[in-house]
């Protein structure tokens, strides 16, 4: 292990909000990844990381007091630890009372897709597991996303998260190849532990994933590549898979990629440069260049493959027992439909942003669906398209669309 700096810092904040959906929160307590992953986007100048990103590690050691301050301001309790630190203490006999006991209203996502949760300095810090440890103490579902095996550390744990409300791993999992992992993601674990670790997590019954992202141009799309992962997936017990292609924002992000390239694939160079040297602010491949290169729809392959290895291509939604459930199931349905006529059908025209406008609508709404007579639901913000939708969903409880393509099952985790 090359020589890190973890460097304590306390923090002003932790918990990031979405102005999209109130079902989540998000929160990371670090700045910084030891892993170094030669694609990462998080290296990008949006995210205003330091320079020594891959050997300065800050830790916000702060967090944990952060996140419990925030639940305690919403008025959410600590109900699974012996003493509460509240007046229930002094009343042991409304500890159990089910009027006291706030429902859970938002996930607790520790997503490390910039700066992983398990990286090494996890291992001194604990910091990740001290969250954890909050997050079950007051009953709050948590996500989480790594490239490490560290998790398994807090197996006990993340099992009883999952049995008091839900816990889930995913891991990212992008090159089969041995030789071709190292180079790119030089100091993570490697993809053959994480998919032990992955099947470990699925046979404690703890729901893990795949996030098969970004899938490498000429490297990692290959058919040797794409099959290996979703068969391993497959015989490991992968709750879900997804696939996203390779983004490489101007600067440092898009510098450091070619320059690994270049040591490593000098072949492929001259490609990369015509394929990426339109300098899309947000890294996205000239569609023109990968039309002739006849580069693969890496997305809609993805759900090709999943179809032929039953892997959901989806990550299946939980939605937290205080939401309004009918809302969240519909928003889910038709954000699941705009998705499919797009990017799997190749649909155009206006309908499918109305449908994914109406997702969104749906996703804010304070009033419940389910309790609104139909003239009310007419007046919405809905368009026509997106309507018939909604009204199927109330009516059947299920989408006609997803049922007949086999997309309906598994689109919501079921306890």
């Known amino acids: 292990m090359e020589r890190v700096i973890i460097q304590s810092v306390t923090a002003k904040s932790l918990i990031r909000t979405s102005s999209q959906s109130s079902a989540h929160v998000h929160l990371n307590p670090y700045q910084g990844c030891y892993h170094d992953c030669r694609y990462c986007?998080?290296?990008?100048?949006?995210?205003?990381?330091?320079?020594d990103f891959n050997q300065r590690i800050y830790v916000k050691i702060n967090a944990p007091n952060l996140l419990e301050n925030y639940l305690l301001k919403k008025g959410f309790i600590p109900y699974n630890r012996d003493f509460t630190s509240t007046m229930l203490d002094y009343f042991p006999s409304l500890k159990n009372g089910a009027s006291l006991k706030l429902p859970p209203k938002f996930i607790i996502s520790m997503f490390g897709n910039v700066c992983d949760v398990y990286q090494p300095a996890e291992e001194k810090t604990q910091i990740t597991r001290k969250l954890l440890q909050i997050v079950h103490?007051?009953?709050?579902?948590?996500?989480?996303?790594?490239?490490?095996?560290?998790?398994?550390?807090?197996?006990?744990?993340?099992?009883?998260?999952?049995?008091?409300?839900?816990?889930?791993?995913?891991?990212?999992i992008t090159l089969a190849n041995e030789k071709d992992q190292l180079i790119f993601e030089p100091n993570a674990a490697s993809t053959l532990e994480r998919f032990e670790a992955l099947r470990a997590l699925r046979k404690e019954g703890i729901p893990a994933g795949i996030y098969f992202t970004p899938v490498i141009p000429f490297i990692g799309d290959t058919e040797e590549n794409l099959h290996s992962i979703f068969s391993i997936a497959k015989e490991a017990g992968a709750e879900f898979i997804l696939t996203g292609g390779l983004t490489l924002r101007p600067g440092r992000n898009k510098d450091e990629f070619m320059h690994t390239l270049a040591e490593n694939y000098s072949h492929l160079e001259e490609k990369y440069l015509k394929l990426y040297g339109n300098n899309n602010r947000g890294g996205q491949p000239d569609p023109f260049v990968a039309e002739q290169f006849k580069l693969i729809d890496i997305i809609k392959t993805g759900y090709e493959l999943s179809k032929k290895y039953a892997i959901t291509f989806y990550e299946p939604r939980y939605i937290p027992e205080g939401q309004i459930q009918t809302n969240l199931r519909i928003a889910t349905v038709l954000a699941r439909i705009a998705f499919l006529k797009e990017r799997i059908d190749h649909e155009r025209g206006n309908h499918i942003q109305e449908i994914r406008q109406a997702a969104a609508f749906i996703e804010k709404m304070r009033?419940?669906?389910?309790?609104?007579?139909?003239?009310?639901?007419?007046?919405?913000?809905?368009?026509?398209r997106a309507l018939e939708y909604v009204f199927e969903m109330l009516k059947d409880q299920q989408s006609k669309f997803l049922v007949e393509r086999n997309d309906w099952n598994n689109l919501f985790y079921e306890k």
């Open 367 to 384: 009033d419940d669906l389910g309790e609104m007579k139909d003239e009310t639901i007419l007046s919405l913000s809905i368009k026509e």
């Open 41 to 51: 986007d998080g290296k990008s100048e949006r995210y205003y990381m330091h320079d």
């Open 137 to 172: 103490d007051f009953g709050f579902p948590t996500r989480i996303l790594t490239k490490s095996t560290l998790m398994l550390r807090d197996i006990e744990l993340l099992k009883s998260i999952h049995m008091e409300s839900f816990a889930r791993i995913a891991f990212t």
